[in-house]
């Protein structure tokens, strides 16, 4: 599905990355794990479009996507979410995941403007929007504005923002950092339904324990370069991971 | 009577005019300092076309718009791609060269002479005093800008505006093309300025460049600003505020050299007041982005 | 023909100079554009104009007074209207509409102060000039090139050799760090506009000597400030040197070569093909143009 290879990046005369490939498959969760500094949200930016590798390539689906704009990645299929919690904080709930909505013929300037067959579209993505936030149990709270919403709750919004693209890979820079535990627990069941119905999913986390509940395999990072790769009971029971992390 | 006309023709065109900027401003969070420079683009397309090409009134403003609104991707292509800050400057730059070649060019636009005898608009058959035709005219054409401008921000189109306004990487991470969205409500408030200029070209029946400077445009933010970026009535409050204001302080009796200038540091005064004290202007509910 | 359009060249680029490096560094500073700088450049020559003219000041200490208010109007202008925004963190933009609105009142007030003609601080004689290498030069000119050497001099000094320059430099690079490492940003704003505006104030006042002034001559200055810090690249004092220099020259190519609407234009063009392909102009990087 998604294949990075021999990726490179630096920042002045720091490595972000460096040599790092990776194949990820058609489905499942994958957890990328690593140090700070270790280079993976300069990853996720990379695969998502937000900044050009200075050397390596990406392919979604065979098809090389390498310095592609956020915007046409976000179009061939790869929805992210950022660690610093983007949202449109002065439109409601719903709003934001009407927003993510591919296929508005109502963003066409010309159909703005005569307002032709302006609702049943808009019935039918809020069907599907609403859906989605019966899923995440945000269905409540689908009026609020998003800034009234608590920290978790924008995060499971900025997950609903992610499916409501109909993308089929998602990319999640620390889905449940910073969230009370009752909520974290609820992201992972939700991150558990993505995988249910086919797609894939790949974050970026430091609660190991997370990595341990869901995670069909783990990547490993430190200073930009991939140290270990496989299912997590296999790669967080070796010493040097552990040291690397826990130690 | 025919006093209270000429305070709502200006009024209906500055509305239309601060209406068209505030697509830019309030709903897309971009600052244009060119809005001036369009407004000239069409109070010129109908001056010319309508005294020396002969053409109707309607002719010349449909060509003054598609100018304008092409000459807008001048300015909006290279620079939008950027940092919005970019765009500023590209503006600013813009109105600056505009008013040069409204000043300079004199074999098109008679430079600093202007062009008069623009003909006025008088209502079909000429029944009725003159200035019941224009005064018509701009209220239509100010109604039909404000309902346009409602029609775009609303719904799906509106929605990418105001997530750009907010959050433009965020918008961009959900796959739209932002680039469209910006350039497109660019050149659309460029047509509806030239739309508000060609009609001020018919009432004044005179244009020449002094109408059109930086100077002006800096008013016209001003009227969007203090009146209420984003809001549905605030660029009419604006500019009707400072169409009326003017009048005012003509009954206060202040001598005509410093009146224009009285006035003007009024505007910035309330500008600025509005940016620190009141950002969400006279009737405007959101603070400023 | 040529080297006198050179020689031209260099004298209008380095007040367009002087003007970019002051804007740049206030801009580098407080990240948004400071538009009113335009009013406070103006208020500079006009200051110098009143105390010279009406007022009968020798002209030194005209200039010096002059120089010594534009920093003031410029610190007061911080404090006034951009610290209070500053506090309630507000955006970029609104900072740039604030001073658009201080922009408009300065200069309006300038007009109604003292009307709308031209004024002029020239000596009355006419100047002999004298000739270097091909073209010629006149005194008041030589002057000016004089005047801006020594000024540019001084702003690399106090920048790369003193400890305010460096706290300077840190703020502008980022503001918290700053903070963090016990600079306070507050304090080297306060200085970095009052350099920022006695250097616009200084080279509105050189250029007066030789040119008459206009209520609106802010305005031209500002953009051709902010281009040259653009075309010459953000974050680089040298490169937006160049810029002005560069800039200056194609204006005088343009007076020479383009009928008169089309002056301006050029600049323009300058500007979008900079825009299109150097983002970062000659020497600009670091700071990376794109939208985030």
Request: a neutral charge; one cysteine or more.
């Given at each position: 599905m998604l294949n990075c290879e021999q990726l490179r990046k630096s920042f002045g005369g720091v490595r972000a990355l460096w040599d790092f490939s990776v194949r990820f498959p058609d489905q499942g969760i994958i957890a990328i794990i690593g140090p700070n500094g270790a280079g993976k949200t300069t990853l996720v930016n990379v695969i998502s479009g937000l900044i050009r590798p200075d050397a390596g390539s990406c392919f979604l689906r065979a098809r090389e996507i390498t310095g592609y704009a956020l915007d046409k990645i976000a179009r061939l299929g790869i929805a992210r979410s950022f660690q610093t919690l983007r949202l449109i904080r002065g439109l409601?709930?719903?709003?934001?995941?009407?927003?993510?909505?591919?296929?508005?013929?109502?963003?066409?300037?010309?159909?703005?403007?005569?307002?032709?067959?302006?609702?049943?579209?808009?019935?039918?993505?809020?069907?599907?929007?609403?859906?989605?936030?019966?899923?995440?149990?945000?269905?409540?709270?689908?009026?609020?504005?998003?800034?009234?919403?608590?920290?978790?709750?924008?995060?499971?919004?900025s997950i609903v923002c992610c499916l409501a693209t109909d993308a089929q890979v998602l990319v999640l820079d620390e889905p449940v950092a910073g969230v009370h535990p009752e909520m974290a627990v609820r992201i992972l069941d939700v991150l558990r339904e993505i995988r249910q119905s086919g797609k894939l999913v790949i974050f970026i986390e430091h609660d190991i324990a997370a990595v341990r509940a869901v995670a069909d395999m783990v990547v490993v990072m430190d200073h930009g370069e991939k140290i270990a790769e496989g299912t997590p009971e296999d790669v967080l029971s070796r010493p040097r991971i552990i040291e690397a992390y826990v130690g | 009577m025919e006093y209270a006309l000429h305070i709502v023709v200006l009024a209906g065109i500055f509305s239309a005019l601060s209406i068209s900027l505030d697509l830019l401003v309030g709903h897309s969070g971009l600052l244009s300092l060119a809005q001036a420079a369009f407004f000239g683009i069409g109070a010129y397309a109908s001056a010319i076309i309508t005294t020396q090409a002969g053409q109707p009134p309607i002719a010349a403003m449909l060509v003054g718009m598609a100018v304008s609104a092409s000459i807008s991707l001048l300015v909006s292509l290279p620079s939008l791609r950027l940092r919005d800050d970019y765009f500023v400057l590209a503006t600013f730059a813009f109105q600056m060269i505009a008013f040069s070649i409204f000043n300079n060019w004199t074999g098109l636009t008679k430079g600093s002479l202007g062009i008069s005898g623009i003909p006025s608009l008088a209502l079909p058959g000429n029944r009725g005093p003159a200035s019941l035709g224009i005064t018509m005219a701009s209220v239509l054409m100010a109604l039909f800008v404000w309902s346009l401008s409602r029609r775009i921000s609303r719904d799906a189109f509106g929605r990418v505006l105001h997530g750009i306004r907010e959050d433009e990487v965020f918008v961009k991470s959900l796959g739209k093309n932002t680039m469209y969205f910006k350039v497109v409500i660019f050149a659309f408030s460029s047509a509806l300025a030239a739309l508000a200029g060609s009609l001020y070209a018919h009432y004044i029946t005179y244009v020449d460049p002094t109408s059109f400077t930086v100077m002006d445009s800096l008013l016209i933010i001003s009227m969007v600003i203090i009146g209420g970026a984003g809001s549905t009535y605030g660029p009419i409050a604006g500019a009707t505020c400072l169409v009326v204001i003017p009048e005012v302080l003509r009954f206060v009796g202040l001598p005509g050299a410093i009146a224009a200038n009285v006035r003007q540091i009024l505007y910035g005064l309330l500008l600025v007041l509005t940016v620190v004290m009141r950002p969400a202007g006279m009737v405007g509910t959101r603070p400023l982005q | 023909m040529l080297r006198q359009l050179f020689m031209n060249g260099i004298i209008t680029g380095s007040i367009y100079?002087?003007?970019?490096?002051?804007?740049?560094?206030?801009?580098?500073?407080?990240?948004?554009?400071?538009f009113a700088h335009g009013g406070i450049y103006t208020a500079g020559a006009y200051f110098a104009y009143m105390l010279s003219v009406p007022f009968g000041l020798p002209k030194a200490a005209a200039v010096a007074i002059a120089v010594i208010a534009g920093a003031g109007m410029g610190v007061f202008c911080d404090y006034a209207v951009y610290r209070p925004l500053r506090k309630r963190r507000a955006s970029a933009m609104a900072l740039?509409?604030?001073s658009l609105g201080v922009l408009v009142v300065l200069q309006n007030t300038i007009s109604m102060f003292f009307g709308d003609d031209l004024k002029t601080m020239r000596s009355r004689h006419v100047a002999e000039g004298i000739s270097i290498l091909g073209a010629n030069i006149t005194m008041v000119q030589l002057g000016i090139l004089g005047a801006t050497s020594v000024a540019f001099f001084a702003l690399w000094l106090v920048l790369y050799r003193t400890s305010l320059g460096?706290?300077?430099?840190?703020?502008?690079?980022?503001?918290?760090?700053?903070?963090?490492?016990?600079?306070?940003?507050?304090?080297?704003?306060?200085?970095?506009?009052?350099?920022?505006?006695?250097?616009?104030?200084?080279?509105?006042?050189?250029?007066?000597?030789?040119?008459?002034?206009?209520?609106?001559m802010g305005f031209q200055a500002l953009l051709m400030g902010m281009i040259a810090a653009i075309v010459g690249g953000i974050g680089s004092l040298w490169g937006t040197v160049l810029g002005a220099f560069f800039l200056g020259l194609v204006r005088q190519l343009a007076v020479w070569k383009l009928p008169g609407q089309w002056q301006d234009a050029i600049v323009f063009l300058v500007l979008i093909t900079f825009l299109l392909f150097r983002p970062n102009g000659f020497l600009g990087g670091g700071r990376r143009p794109r939208s985030f």
């Open positions: 409601s709930v719903l709003d934001n995941a009407l927003l993510a909505r591919p296929g508005w013929r109502g963003e066409s300037f010309a159909v703005a403007l005569c307002r032709f067959g302006v609702g049943t579209e808009y019935q039918a993505h809020e069907r599907k929007c609403l859906d989605l936030l019966q899923l995440v149990r945000l269905f409540d709270k689908r009026n609020n504005l998003a800034e009234a919403l608590s920290y978790g709750e924008q995060k499971l919004l | - | 100079a002087l003007v970019a490096a002051s804007f740049a560094l206030i801009y580098q500073t407080t990240r948004f554009f400071h740039l509409l604030a460096l706290q300077v430099r840190a703020v502008a690079n980022d503001a918290e760090l700053a903070r963090i490492a016990g600079t306070s940003p507050d304090k080297t704003i306060t200085w970095v506009f009052a350099i920022g505006s006695a250097l616009a104030a200084g080279a509105a006042i050189l250029i007066s000597f030789d040119t008459d002034l206009t209520p609106n």
